[in-house]
């Protein structure tokens, strides 16, 4: 006892000493040590001769300051102490431990020695009062929050995950019935194996009245029956906001999948993309996804990418959703009669962001139709290789004056001529809100002869700029120019000349812009 005293004083000693400081030195300390390889601190010293024995620093956490549990969990969760790690996890002082801000691919034998002392702790009969921990979080929410330390850890409140229970039943306090989160963003793939996702699901399938797995971002990447299932029967289907599914080639794993979607209640954002096949050979198809879409109160973003469905019926799926914020399609066939639908649902009434891009749109007088519901609530608008021509530009034209809100037009890939593009810059000059244009190069600015292939030069283009130019000086205009050429969406890239101050215009090669994001 007495040689353990010896041993342990200095180290308490360290502690006391680093305790009289305020958090925010402790901090400031540690964040320029971690930042640019200051000298070591006495703090630091204090942790190594801690954990030079192991013993004696999983007895010494009962003392330890709170100020220096994150400082020391990096230094045991880096250096792979893992028998102190699970002491720590245990003793973990603050009701979320954010172990994805930690290391963005944790060591297998570390993150199972984090799990280890979680089920130490659940494993007790009364919970102890001095437990605190409420919520794993393995996403990378708060970046800087091991560096900046003890302050911003505490302050740090548990993730609103679970969204159908009112935030104060996660953060007031655990109760013996209440079970632990574990926050993460789940991936289903059916051909790579992630190791620490399948020990994950494992563990907590072992321990599912005690523990709840909350996927915010679920994203399912295959057709695999038995990988959807296993994955989804362990997910809190109600913690789901953003759903990405793709790859789905067989009609059974659609039928499979369709009553998980009606119980992701909270569901705001769903991205369907890479489906071709004939799903609906039978009708009920069709109304069966529409019952479930129905049921999903909170979606506010559709967006369809690359999708090949025979037999669908539109309406039927369609037909019960709520008013969207934002939709999106892309390479998607569509006949005009489901275009006629879309765009006179109520679904597509209150939208404020809009694109449509690689749809061959015949019909403008639907398009003009869509716009006028949505000229007072359209923010963004992205008419993007539509084969729009001239005639169909100017039918749509006085409409797309009327959105007074759009800050954000990106209109390139259409085969219009110099005069419709100047016409058009006429018009979209006169938007106050708008902040930026992405245009087309006009057909003017193409070899005549072998315009299909894309044959942009940069000759013909210098003559068609200083056109462009003139014309803006003509009206004035607050928006950021841009002609957008020699865009491919496969590798995400394209060309922009970019109008500066000067009046000349930069080359810049760029990726193509994305669709806004909405607050969750």
Wanted: proline content about 5%; glycine content about 4%.
């Amino acid at each position: 006892m007495e040689n353990r005293s010896r041993v342990l004083n200095p180290a308490v000693s360290a502690w006391s000493c680093w305790d009289s400081e305020s958090p925010a030195h402790l901090a400031h300390i540690w964040s320029i040590k971690m930042s640019i390889g200051a000298p070591t601190s006495l703090q630091h010293l204090a942790m190594q001769s801690l954990l030079s024995d192991q013993a004696l620093a999983i007895s010494a956490l009962e003392d330890l300051p709170l100020l220096l549990f994150p400082s020391l969990f990096m230094e045991v969760y880096c250096g792979g102490h893992t028998e102190v790690l699970k002491a720590l996890v245990q003793a973990w002082p603050f009701p979320c431990l954010p172990l994805g801000d930690l290391a963005e691919s944790p060591d297998l034998e570390t993150f199972k020695a984090v799990l280890d002392g979680l089920h130490l702790l659940l494993a007790k009969k009364e919970r102890p009062s001095w437990w605190k921990l409420q919520v794993l979080d393995l996403r990378n929410e708060h970046p800087n929050i091991w560096i900046q330390g003890y302050p911003s850890m505490a302050r740090l409140s548990c993730p609103d995950v679970l969204t159908d229970k009112p935030r104060e039943s996660h953060c007031s306090g655990m109760t013996e019935e209440q079970p632990l989160t574990i926050a993460m963003d789940l991936t289903i793939r059916g051909y790579i194996e992630n190791d620490l996702q399948a020990h994950l699901l494992q563990w907590a399938s072992e321990r599912k009245e005690q523990v709840h797995l909350c996927s915010r971002q679920l994203q399912i990447l295959t057709s695999s029956i038995s990988e959807i299932q296993k994955a989804l029967h362990m997910v809190r289907l109600d913690s789901t906001q953003e759903l990405v599914v793709s790859e789905f080639w067989l009609q059974r794993s659609l039928r499979m999948f369709t009553p998980y979607l009606g119980q992701m209640k909270n569901l705001r954002s769903l991205t369907c993309s890479s489906m071709c096949g004939d799903f609906f050979t039978q009708s009920q198809y069709s109304w069966e996804i529409g019952e479930q879409l129905g049921q999903l109160q909170h979606l506010q973003e559709l967006h369809v990418h690359d999708v090949f469905i025979l037999n669908v019926n539109v309406p039927a799926i369609l037909r019960s959703l709520r008013p969207l914020k934002a939709l999106s399609l892309s390479a998607c066939v569509l006949q005009e009669a489901d275009l006629r639908f879309l765009f006179q649902c109520p679904c597509t009434r209150q939208l404020q962001h809009l694109r449509l891009r690689t749809l061959l749109i015949q019909n403008a007088e639907l398009l003009r139709a869509l716009l006028g519901q949505v000229a007072g609530t359209l923010e963004t608008l992205a008419l993007e290789e539509c084969y729009i021509t001239d005639g169909q530009l100017s039918a749509i034209l006085p409409t797309l004056s009327q959105c007074s809100q759009l800050h954000f037009f990106s209109f390139y890939g259409n085969h219009i001529s110099l005069a419709a593009l100047q016409n058009l810059l006429s018009h979209t000059a006169k938007m106050g809100h708008l902040r930026r244009g992405l245009y087309p190069a006009p057909l003017e600015s193409y070899s005549p002869e072998v315009w299909f292939e894309r044959n942009f030069s940069p000759e013909r283009f210098a003559e068609v700029g200083a056109a462009l130019v003139q014309t803006l000086r003509d009206v004035g205009t607050n928006q950021k120019v841009q002609i957008c050429t020699n865009f491919c969406h496969c590798q995400n890239r394209c060309q922009i000349y970019s109008l500066t101050l000067d009046g000349s215009w930069a080359v810049t090669k760029e990726g193509l812009p994305g669709f806004p994001a909405l607050p969750m």
